[in-house]
């Protein structure tokens, strides 16, 4: 339940509301155990092509409805004028005016970096900065010669006290040198077009805490040594392997969290941020945002966008 609600809410246990995680797991388990009691197979599912799948279908919305998506443009910072947000600006000085701005960014990136403090109440930019991130981590990434699986996922506990693992990472920032509780999976037994016949791949998923600083060399390593904990004789098929860590997530924004803020006492329910910002015609969205809205992970950043969606095309008058 601990590794669990960690990976979902980016919280160690003593952190944890426990109303969130009842309403989490109320609105995403209790449909799949639903499902299994009904069908005797879990309502989940893995997007053909990989998760980035979700992207490129938005990506295509937005082409199809003459919409126009430009990647590797840095912005600099979000226009404003007469308090209200009418633009951004790259770090190439183009300016590129629009009706609304809508930021995923990160709620304090957005509001400390792409349009500054000094533009805002004393007070919210007090509760902006004393929002808490969530977990980091790594995800370390294998290509294998060969199939060495049939399963679709493996948790791993080689140290059974978990809470004092997590608790020397957590408050300590200490990474210790036993192989640490893990996730494994393996998308290609779910979707076989993401490699060559008769290939594999695999990811381990290992949670660091809230430490950025982590020395992700050793985190690599300690990960290895954990997939051969679990499958004996794996490391001979490894073609080659890399890893996703804190600067990877630090260079998305984000503070270097996985899932943005943390779901913490005092940061959910009615007391998560809200997509509406203090500045007319500013939005934030993804997963820190969406005031009394209760989810996990992606599921929760696309509930996001689509109630912000609702605001600005229908003015719903809802709370978000």
Not at 245 to 250: D, E, S, Y
Not at 300 to 306: E, I, N, P, R, T
Not at 310 to 317: L, T
């Given at each position: 339940i601990d590794l669990f609600q960690m990976s979902f809410m980016g919280t160690p246990?003593?952190?944890?509301?426990?109303?969130?995680?009842f309403r989490v797991a109320f609105d995403e388990l209790g449909p799949m155990l639903s499902s299994i009691a009904d069908h005797g197979t879990p309502c989940v599912g893995y997007p053909k092509g990989g998760l980035i799948k979700y992207t490129s279908m938005m990506c295509q919305g937005i082409s199809n409805h003459d919409g126009e998506i430009r990647t590797n443009v840095e912005i600099e910072n979000i226009i404003l004028d007469k308090g209200k947000a009418v633009g951004v600006r790259t770090r190439d000085g183009e300016e590129i005016r629009a009706k609304a701005i809508i930021s995923n960014a990160g709620i304090k990136e957005t509001v400390l970096d792409l349009v500054g403090k000094e533009h805002f109440e004393k007070e919210y930019v007090e509760y902006i900065e004393s929002l808490v991130p969530g977990t980091t981590g790594m995800v370390v990434r294998l290509a294998l010669d060969e199939p060495v699986s049939d399963l679709h996922?493996?948790?791993s506990f080689p140290n059974k006290d978990i809470q004092t693992y997590f608790r020397k990472v957590y408050e300590e920032h200490e990474l210790p040198d036993e192989i640490p509780p893990h996730?494994?999976?393996?998308?290609?037994?779910?979707?076989?077009?993401?490699v060559p016949e008769g290939r594999q791949n695999a990811l381990i998923i290992l949670l660091l805490g809230q430490d950025t600083e982590v020395d992700e060399h050793k985190m690599h390593d300690l990960g290895l040594a954990s997939m051969e904990e679990v499958i004996p004789g794996i490391s001979k098929h490894i073609m080659w392997s890399d890893y996703l860590?804190?600067?990877?997530?630090?260079s998305m924004g984000e503070e270097g969290a996985g899932i943005g803020l943390a779901q913490s006492i005092g940061q959910v329910g009615e007391k998560r941020p809200s997509i509406l910002s203090p500045i007319e015609d500013?939005?934030?969205?993804g997963m820190e945002t969406g005031k009394g809205m209760s989810g996990i992970c992606g599921e929760?950043?696309?509930?996001?966008?689509?109630a912000c969606a609702?605001?600005?095309?229908?003015?719903?008058?809802v709370t978000i």
């Open positions: 246990y003593w952190d944890t509301s426990f109303g969130e995680l996922a493996i948790i996730l494994v999976t393996f998308p290609s037994n779910l979707d076989e077009t993401l860590g804190p600067k990877f997530w630090r500013l939005y934030y969205v929760f950043a696309v509930d996001s966008g689509l609702d605001y600005i095309v229908k003015n719903a008058p």
